[in-house]
């Protein structure tokens, strides 16, 4: 009986909850589990909601939500009860007359031991390409002697059957013999059918184990409709005499799937794939490495599609009962004509459909292919990167996606694979720094001018003060790294769509994997060199929320481009053209060290335990459309110039208030510093930064940079010689005079700190140790507040924000004040 059945004032016992993943996970989870019992409190006129109590709570379920979930009543339990009698004086011949159920008595342990009963019997659907196995499994189990073709279609009809099994009784439907759960042919569409209106409680995908790639497509599409599922791997025997090797426990793991060996023809791993059956109908996902739900991805435009889609359908009433709204989704992008028939019977259907359609357009317009196409070769992709993953190989079989592979052999090789990686990320930042530079310097020239021109017509006062030395000074010095950033996002963005950056992971897989994370983490470092923010973001496409969370907190030691116009400033003040090269390599080289010392800690004492695997997808190459990676790199340098409209101006603009306020005419320069806010913030905080010999400007310099990174070359810039224009600077090697006056007031300071003459020897080499660690600090501590807010967005708890922020900040003064005293034991 179903739950719906029941009137006000009755009970039941739960047997079990049917329906697709999403839905039965939410109904359990409000505690609807096998032998609770449920009372009906209150029917609404119309049917829904209808309120329950379970467990000491009331709870409230539509109709079409209660008619998901098996019960058995007192009732039903009597006449089973009556049944058994009469059946039992049948045998001892014994008339009987028939009595009224209810007059039957029944205890509390006879109610639940029938429900217990009830939950035994798991109905179980098999599914599998033409002549995978599934019909010899059928007989194998069952009994039953249907016949066994090597030709398509050989199963006409659905055949049901039964079986016992360490005390549960499976209920066996052998679905027809399909490639894919499309609309295009009979097979689809009834097995489609069966799967949804018939829902099992779990399917047994039979794959061809000597055609993996092919058969796991199949194992893909299941896995988007979210339902219960064990995979047999069929003609087992047959790999193992070709010379097939895989690793079965990380491709299960991988696909989320359980996955056991079997020969059907003999019966091999037959026992244990029912044991596996009833494992999984058991158990609640995630109990297991092996059940656990995950999503295929099929590219941020499809994605972005899914998603949108997703959130109309989600408002559907008795919709996500029957189906997977993902899989409605991908099914709609896919012109399933019958989902789009399904669609069009909603009250948003044109909505959706416009979704679909934009979705498909942007698609189209940047792969040159349908979207149908794409995500078949997403799939495809998924299966390649998780095979590889699981190190498979194969004795003589036939290769598929050849050129793919052909370029695998030599992109993704142990020997030279890591070299030519080594090489495009040279390029890309030759590339980014140099041909960066002429742009940048057009856009310097255009803030000059813009700053001359409203300090020469606008009248004298703080309005002139802040648009001059504050917005277009502040902004200014940001905004001519905007070149540099997009020309890094092109490359990024090309190696994206090109298919290679999954490469660049999976090449790196292996060193990720001893900092304690998964090579797809690699991607958001790579991406941090740029900006942290959208490197956060991007950890999105970890599935793992250990590997992510632990990826987001070492991503602030990537040297992002906000750092850059700092690390100019103060390299080519203190630093020959000789060593300039080196000290700028040497920072990025630092930052990464930080990266994987500190991820390493985490893993092993803050969150260990076993990372949740999962597959770096692997899809075919193919040429990016001009169209494709200007979108792309035009929506990243977008998020840039937000930023710089929003926090960094705002940021500005409070660091030269602070620094202008209170005014004072009377004053010097050099005294009006000393008394304005900005200046006994700096001589308060100055102590702090005594052991790593840091003068009260460059730590004011340090708390501007907690807003934007850029802002510290700006405010230092201004409080060492007034003129913003050295922050602006990208040519390193050009006029080291425009450096002189900078150069001489920080050695001043260094001098007067430490107690030394200036014409001490020793002040130079002091000053030059004091201006690395300087450097050090800033490659080290505290992300940028956008960078926390992300952290924050991202793993929705402001916990790690703060944690991000404390850790590395500490992390910056310890390391710069060991470097400096170290250093002056050798000066």
Sequence with gaps: MKLSELHTGQTGIIVKVMGHGGFRKRVVEMGFIKGKTVEVLLNAPFKDPVKYRIMGYEVSLRHSEADM????????????????????????????????????????????????????VINVALVGNPNCGKTSLFNFASGAHERVGNYSGVTVDAKEGHATFEGYEFNLVDLPGT???????????????QLVEKTPDVVVNVIDASNLERNLYLTTQLIDMHIRMVVALNMFDETEQRGD??????????????????????????????????????????????????????????????????????????????????????????????????????????????????????????????????IMDAKY???????????????????????????????????????????????????TFNLGAYPMDWIDQGVGLLGELVGTYMPDGPVKDMLVDGIIGGVGAVIVFLPQILILYFFISFMEDSGYMSRAAFIMDKLMHKMGLHGKSFIPLI???????????????????????????????????????????????????????????????IGIAMAVVMSKVFTKFMMKGEDTPFVMELPPYRFPTAKAVSRHTWEKGKQYLKKMGGIILVSTIIVWALGYFPHNEALTEQQQQEQSYIGRIGQTVEPVFELQGFSWKMDVGLLAGVGAK????????????????LADDS??????????????????????????????????????????????????????????????????????????????????WVVSALVFRIGLLFI
């Design 527 to 589: 991406m941090g060199f740029g900006c942290n923010v959208p490197a956060v973001m991007a950890t999105r496409t970890i599935e793992s929320r250990r590997s992510r969370i632990v990826t987001m907190l070492v991503l602030p030691f990537m040297s992002c481009e906000a750092r850059i116009p700092i690390y100019i400033m103060v390299i080519g003040t203190f630093f020959s053209l000789k060593m300039q090269w080196v000290i700028m390599t040497a920072l990025y080289l």
């Design 381 to 431: 992709g998924f299966i390649h990167g998780a095979l590889a993953e699981a190190g498979y190989t194969t004795g003589n079989g036939k290769d598929t996606y050849q050129l793919t592979h052909l370029l695998d052999r030599i992109l993704t090789n142990r020997f030279v694979g890591f070299p030519i990686f080594i090489a495009l990320l040279a390029l890309m930042f030759f590339v």
């Design 710 to 725: 850029e802002i510290v070359a700006s405010t230092m810039g201004v409080l060492y010689a007034n003129d913003e224009s």
């Design 179 to 193: 490639y894919s759960l499309s609309a295009y042919s009979p097979e689809e569409l009834y097995v489609r059918k």
């Design 731 to 812: 040519e390193v090697g050009q006029g080291e005079s425009r450096y002189e006056k900078l150069h001489t007031l920080m050695v001043g300071d260094v001098a007067q700190m430490h107690g030394l003459a200036p014409s001490d020897g020793r002040v130079e080499a002091v000053a030059t140790l004091t201006a690395f660690c300087f450097l050090l600090f800033v490659l080290l501590y505290f992300p940028c507040l956008a960078t926390i807010a992300a952290i924050k967005g991202e793993t929705g708890s402001w916990k790690w924000a703060l944690f991000a922020a404390a850790y590395t900040t500490l992390t910056a």
């Design 69 to 120: 979930i098996e019960v058995v009543t007192e009732h039903e339990a009597r006449q089973i009860r009556q049944q058994d009698r009469l059946e039992d004086a049948d045998q001892l011949r014994t008339v009987v007359e028939a009595s009224d159920p209810d007059d039957v008595a029944i205890t509390d342990a006879q109610l639940a031991d029938e429900a217990d009963k009830r939950h035994k």
């Design 245 to 374: 090797n895989i690793n079965l426990d990380a491709l299960s793991s991988l696909f989320g799937v359980p996955m056991q060996p079997t020969v059907f023809t003999t019966g091999r791993g037959v026992k244990e794939l029912f044991h596996k059956v009833i494992e999984v109908y058991e158990a609640t996902e995630g109990a297991d490495a092996h059940f656990r739900h995950i999503h295929i991805k099929h590219g941020h435009e499809i994605e972005h599609g899914i998603a949108e889609i997703q959130d109309h359908l989600k408002k559907e009433h008795g919709l996500r009962e029957r189906y997977s709204t993902r899989y409605l989704a991908i099914k709609l992008l896919e012109n399933d004509k019958e989902v789009e028939q399904l669609v069009r019977t909603f009250p948003d259907a044109d909505e959706i459909l416009k979704h679909r359609d934009e979705a498909a357009k942007r698609v189209k317009e940047e792969t040159k292919e349908d979207s149908e196409t794409a």
